[in-house]
């Protein structure tokens, strides 16, 4: 049942207030629906820390495990113990208050899920970043959630403490792990009890400040409450992926990436499975690890499975049962050439960091190659024209979600209102969806391509070319034209060995006309040696548009 916008929320347990004093006001929320689904209506009083590791313990996993590396394997009983210790460091060494912010900055490495465990279970807010980031950007993430307490691996540690320098008064307590110091997390825990008194915190407490990862320049915090994590273990894992007890999970997306959170720590968790966590997950690192330790489950984005599809032959992956895309559109062509590679197609998804995790996806037979699949159970969607509209069958607009979790902006309520609509959540994705209810990516609503009047999917136009022999990776934009409004340029990475030349374009240019109709081929192509990414794979072809719209100004003034 569709949870009362207009009902206050529950009392707090949180002493420091800032995360709900910063919500949006209720009038721009989305509807938060259950969509029917049994097990969605959680307790008012709700830890999704404790339910994920706690009661785990609780129910007879203690020593079942749960963190794995090259170098050492954790229990249920192992991360609990580290995480109460943490938390006791966190009380009683540095005074965090319910609902205080604390910054979590680390590759993915067992201390850092300990850390994220420890900072819910005292009722604090986790607010995880990228290990990239540099001091420029860790500073606007401190300044916007205000935080109070860092904890960051000591490799880590010159942008943090440049960040904090930078800020001035306000005072952040840093703590680090990774270090022999008498002052570092590690020694501090050893003087701290195994036990730890959990925070009784609200099912709508927040519990996470995720910040997007910035494909349109500028991160943004989303806010997601305790039972919002729990919703996302509770909808797409039972329903399509179907996680087993016994499954070793893998992947290569950052912990602070909320597709990284979901896939590596809290799915395998509600299941009482274990993931392998990997510093530096590139594809080649990624399938010799599959290998090592038989995992049977992976999570990474579409840019590796194309890698992994010309070299899986030299790798055992015999092991694998299910392989998960998300983060951005997965190709055909991907799909296909993994797909023959290894036997697995590919469970492609669509989420957000606004949402939390994948809303619409498909698994095993009821996979369409091409589609992204049909709404995950608990979520509704629907295809909407620019007055929010549903559409009819077959015709590409604007696709509108909601669910169990929805969109909550930190103190953006500019963003909030172009995100919400209706009740709904605004992807910013153009889809279509067929007459069997299946759900096609055309392209982001702002990388529509409009040229001489036609409407251009530049995901579309990639997707040809990356059949080409030649073509190891591409990206296609509008680029500025007198003439046609725009024209459809491609930015394409060559494999290996491939020489460019004006033949070259032209080769791949007539590929291009015999694959999609032949308004829609690249008029204009660009070789580059590599196109920009966020740290999660995601390309930032905001930045593509940018240079070429900077180039027409700069002809133009000539």
Not at 77 to 106: C, F, M, Q, Y
Not at 243 to 249: A, E, N, S
Not at 327 to 347: D, K, M, N, Y
Not at 530 to 541: M, N, S, W
């Amino acid at each position: 049942m569709p949870i009362d916008p207009s009902a206050p929320l529950d009392p707090s347990g949180h002493v420091d207030t800032f995360a709900r004093d910063h919500l949006p006001p209720r009038e721009l929320w989305p509807v938060m629906d259950y969509g029917g689904i049994p097990g969605l209506d959680y307790p008012k009083r709700l830890n999704a820390a404790v339910e994920l590791l706690d009661r785990m313990v609780d129910q007879g996993h203690r020593d079942r495990p749960c963190l794995r590396t090259d170098a050492e394997i954790w229990t249920y009983g192992d991360l609990l113990e580290r995480a109460n210790r943490i938390a006791n460091v966190l009380v009683r060494d540095h005074g965090l208050k319910p609902g205080n912010r604390v910054l979590l900055r680390a590759a993915n490495t067992p201390m850092l899920v300990a850390c994220w465990f420890a900072v819910l279970k005292a009722g604090g807010i986790a607010v995880a970043t990228m290990p990239l980031l540099r001091a420029r950007e860790l500073k606007q993430i401190l300044s916007k959630a205000q935080v109070t307490i860092s904890i960051c691996d000591r490799a880590l540690k010159v942008d943090l403490d440049n960040a904090c320098e930078d800020l001035g008064k306000a005072k952040i307590e840093r703590v680090y792990f990774r270090s022999d110091a008498a002052d570092g997390l590690e020694a501090r825990m050893r003087q701290q009890p195994i036990t730890f008194e959990n925070v009784a915190t609200s099912h709508d407490d927040v519990a996470l400040i995720a910040f997007t990862s910035g494909t349109t320049g500028v991160a943004k915090g989303t806010m997601h409450f305790h039972r919002d994590v729990l919703a996302v273990c509770d909808t797409f894992p039972p329903y399509v992926l179907k996680p087993r007890t016994h499954d070793i999970f893998l992947g290569s997306p950052p912990l602070a990436f909320t597709f990284g959170l979901g896939g590596l720590v809290l799915f395998p968790m509600r299941v009482g499975a274990s993931t392998l966590l990997i510093e530096k997950p590139s594809p080649d690192a990624l399938m010799e690890a599959v290998g090592r330790h038989r995992a049977t489950i992976l999570f990474t984005a579409p840019t590796a499975y194309r890698t992994m599809a010309d070299h899986a032959g030299k790798h055992d992956l015999k092991s694998l049962r299910e392989c998960v895309s998300a983060g951005e559109t997965l190709p055909l062509p991907v799909f296909e050439s993994f797909r023959r590679a290894t036997g697995i197609r590919i469970i492609d998804g669509i989420g957000s960091t606004e949402l939390l995790h994948i809303f619409i996806s498909a698994a095993r037979d009821e996979i369409r190659p091409g589609a992204t699949g049909k709404p995950v159970p608990g979520y509704r969607a629907q295809v909407v024209d620019d007055d929010g509209n549903p559409v009819s069958s077959d015709t590409v607009g604007r696709l509108a979600v909601r669910g169990p979790t929805g969109c909550r902006y930190l103190d953006n309520l500019e963003q909030q209102r172009k995100y919400v609509k209706n009740g709904w959540n605004l992807t910013g994705d153009a889809y279509r969806k067929d007459a069997d209810g299946y759900y096609w990516y055309q392209a982001r609503t702002d990388d529509m391509i409009i040229s001489a009047g036609y409407n251009i999917s530049g995901p579309e136009v990639e997707a040809a070319l990356l059949d080409h022999p030649k073509v190891l990776e591409c990206a296609v934009v509008g680029s500025p034209d007198q003439g046609r409004g725009e024209i459809v340029k491609a930015f394409v990475v060559l494999r290996p060995g491939s020489v460019p030349s004006d033949a070259l374009i032209q080769d791949i240019q007539d590929f291009a006309k015999a694959e999609i109709a032949p308004y829609k081929y690249p008029r204009s192509i660009e070789f580059v040696s590599d196109l920009p990414r966020t740290e999660t794979g995601k390309v930032q072809r905001f930045k593509l548009r940018e240079m070429e719209r900077e180039r027409a100004r700069q002809k133009a003034g000539h």
